[in-house]
């Protein structure tokens, strides 16, 4: 099974430990249902996006210049870089 690639998508803006969410500042369209990874200088891990927020309504898809708010499966930093998995 081949690597799946990596996609610079955006870059974390803000992370909130309670509710454990983060709005990342986005370069590129994403979706609920796609993968991202999120890598930093402490950070490293890769989740599923189960549901995104702008301006605390659900959304499905959000495109590139939007900041949207997202639930996290670990913590997270400020300036640290998102990339959506593709493949």
Known sequence: ?????????GRIEQFFAHPSAAI???KA???VGERIYVKGHTTD???????????????QEAQAGQSVGVQMAQ?????D???????
Do not use: N, T, W
């Open 1 to 9: 099974m081949p690597e799946p690639k990596m996609e610079e998508i």
């Open 29 to 31: 369209p994403l979706r």
């Open 81 to 87: 870089v998102v990339y959506k998995l593709v493949g």
């Open 45 to 59: 891990f890769q989740q599923a996006i189960e549901s995104m927020q702008v301006d605390r309504q659900a959304i």
């Open 75 to 79: 913590r997270c930093r400020r300036h």
């Open 24 to 26: 990342i500042a986005l």
